[in-house]
T-cell receptor
């Protein structure tokens, strides 16, 4: 199983809503990533979890709150988002988070904030 | 100037043509990755290189560490190769720095 799954595929939310994005992998990977990607731009790193601990937060606004309940699961909790947060949110994982490891990406959640 | 520069930004080819996408970088790296992103959004890792050349099917990737340059070649291109190809380099902390991507369109 070399798959990273993400749910939901699409999400429309208002600025006052609270929602969560979910990412799952069963490859035994211990590093998991959240990226944000705007149209026609490369992905931007948001958060990195290494062995279920937050190791990198790229100065992301607090309206995005990551959570890693176990080694297979990564959540991104969303609250009071702005329209400019509309983007494709990608999850990825790596075996141990070290150098020269392939990152496996999920299909993404396409988020629209109204 | 971006740390990772890709060229061309856009590329249109006829089916069967040989395609080359270039990537130059200006920082020290531990590895270089070539990624493919289809319109649906998902990203697939094609190659990870730290030296030399790798081949997978019709795809070939090369890297010249001294010149800080990598190329992705597609032989006998096909419309299903149409996608965005992204070069990404591993820098400090094993994080990826991405190029802006090359939009490839292969016409039948």
């Amino acid at each position: 199983d070399t798959e990273v799954t993400q749910t939901p595929k699409h999400l429309v939310m208002g600025m006052t809503n609270k929602k969560s994005l979910k990412c799952e992998q069963h490859m035994g990977h211990r590093a998991m990533y959240w990226y944000k990607q705007k149209a026609k731009k490369p992905p931007e790193l948001m958060f990195v979890y290494s062995y279920e601990k937050l190791s990198i937060n790229e100065s992301v606004p607090s309206r995005f709150s990551p959570e890693c309940p176990n080694s297979s699961l990564l959540n991104l909790h969303l609250h009071a988002l702005q329209p400019e947060d509309s983007a494709l949110y990608l999850c990825a994982s790596k075996r141990q988070g070290g150098f020269q490891e392939t990152q496996y990406f999920g299909p993404g959640t396409r988020l629209l904030v109204l | 100037k971006n740390e990772v520069e890709q060229s061309p930004q856009n590329l249109t080819a006829q089916e069967g043509e040989f395609i080359t996408i270039n990537c130059s970088y200006s920082v020290g790296i531990s590895a270089l990755h070539w990624l493919q992103q289809h319109p649906g959004g998902g990203i697939v890792s094609l190659f990870m290189l730290s030296s030399g050349k790798k081949k997978h099917g019709r795809l070939i990737a090369t890297i010249n560490i001294q010149e800080k340059h990598s190329s992705l070649h597609i032989t006998a291109s096909h419309p299903r190769d149409s996608a965005v190809y992204i070069c990404a380099v591993e820098t400090s902390g094993s994080r990826l720095t991405f190029g802006e991507g090359t939009q490839l369109t292969v016409n039948p």
